[in-house]
């Protein structure tokens, strides 16, 4: 599986791709250029957490997904859309038995947080005017070292965004 | 298997249980009452995560494992053992597949959280004076209702967190 198909998968839970799309501004057939974020939103990893999930195959990782204190508050009050500043993260490593824990356990059924994934940090940030070409999202992917993915493989996930419209985009729910 | 065994299970990655232990400031044979946690801390959903985590098997959770700002302070900066004041909480919710992102990925292989689990809060608490027979933390378990697990169900675990006292009882580690 290549580098963009795998990126694609990264991004399918929550964030990661903005689509090169039509311009609406005209009646020609001109693309506007995508608009990817390129910055890390400040102080993420202490952000609340809206949900936890592990993905398996090519990605095998697990996952903290978080809010700053506006998409929280959107979750859990059921604000659709999201508003304006509310930005969804989510930190994934990988997926790792512990073996510390199984023995503890006497069976082997742990499985903990290990070091950063390739994708390791994933952004969508709502700005419903900057990003009204991407439902209002701007979408953001990093490695551990806090380099932006490349461009190039930030071109197929919005499709996968749009199946949840109606959730304002966004595939991981609150967990109560 | 029964709950006492699955309760001792659920604990291992994080607290749950408080065994009688001997008294320590006399000759005879007395015991000293366990001391059992039966507050929920407040405010625990808004915790910073140390980290996430899904145990398989008979358990079958995914959870997140949060701590106050006292100990993400400690296992931050690596301080042992932890100081007066922490808490380290876990959150599981059933591991359920999510057939919605699977869809998305064309493939099965999304996780999620699902609905609250039977031993859905654990806590340890920091108290070296309160807890010293323990470790110097008090450990707690509630259900999703908030009410406390059984005392009768709480006598197994504490010899599994002896087995980490070098970082001060506690299995998870902060995840980077």
Known sequence: MNRIAVLMIAGV???GIVVSISAVSGPTDEHADPIFVKEIPAGYRDWKVVSVAHEAGEL???RAV???DIAIKAYRDGTLPFPEGAIVGR???RYE???ENNKAFGRDQSFVAGSPTEFYLQFMVKDSKKYAATGGWG???FDQNG???????????FPCHQKVQGRDY?????AR
């Open 13 to 15: 839970t929550l964030a």
């Open 91 to 93: 930190i994934a490593w």
């Open 60 to 62: 095998n990782d697990i």
């Open 66 to 68: 978080l809010g700053n």
């Open 97 to 99: 038995p512990s073996e």
């Open 147 to 157: 380099k932006p993915s490349a461009d190039a493989a930030m071109t197929s996930c």
């Open 170 to 174: 966004l595939f991981t729910r609150y």
């Open 139 to 141: 979408y953001s992917s």
